[in-house]
């Protein structure tokens, strides 16, 4: 009675074990994907891309080209960037009154590690009642934004805005404002 009881338990180990083997084999096949079951599947990024606050302070020299204002060579101080320097290229200016005009720009940040941040500017200046008397127009304040259109290293496919705090001051060839607003990367 023994011998048929151990010999009864050694088949239902046998038949277990080839159950679990048979499972196996079955379950890694090799049969090829269907491309349509993946078109809808994306990867999982090591880190997700999110808004994040950002901060600026700013300090731009004027920079001309055959007497004409062109843009500006510029640095400061950026969260998410450290210490930065950068260059503003002006590509429209048009007077709106004649104490108010619209600046675009496009401008290129270099953090302190070399990532670059790619940004689009647009202003409205407001000249001092001084500078418009004397027919310079180099002083006055400014409001407006810095949209971001991109970047590189860390900063590749960033996005996001920045608007100048309070009021940006020009004078004397001299440019300075702080901002604030959010970034993705």
């Keep these: 009675m023994k011998t048929k009881r151990k010999n009864g338990m050694k088949a239902i180990l046998k038949l277990a074990l080839l159950s679990t083997f048979i499972l196996s084999v079955v ?10 079951e993946t078109t809808n599947l994306t990867a999982v990024a090591a880190k997700a891309k999110k808004p994040r606050p950002i901060k600026n302070t700013y300090v731009g020299i004027d ?16 969260s998410h960037a450290g210490k930065f320097t950068g260059q503003t290229i002006i590509t429209s200016f048009d007077f ?14 270099v953090a302190a590690n070399g990532d670059k941040i790619y940004t689009s500017s647009g202003v409205t200046i407001t000249f001092s009642p001084e500078s418009i008397a004397d027919g310079t127009y180099s002083a006055g304040t400014y409001t407006g934004g810095f949209d971001i259109v991109g970047g590189t290293g860390r900063f590749d496919g960033a996005t996001g805005r920045m608007d100048v ?16 607003g959010s970034i993705t990367y």
């Design 27 to 36: 379950s890694c096949s090799t049969e090829a994907i269907n491309t349509d």
């Design 63 to 78: 920079r001309f080209e055959g007497g004409v204002l062109v843009g500006a060579d510029f640095s400061g101080n950026m």
């Design 96 to 109: 709106i009154s004649a104490s108010q005009a619209t600046q675009t720009s496009v401008d290129l940040i």
């Design 165 to 180: 705090v309070g009021n940006g001051e020009f004078g004397a060839g001299v440019a300075r404002h702080s901002a604030a």
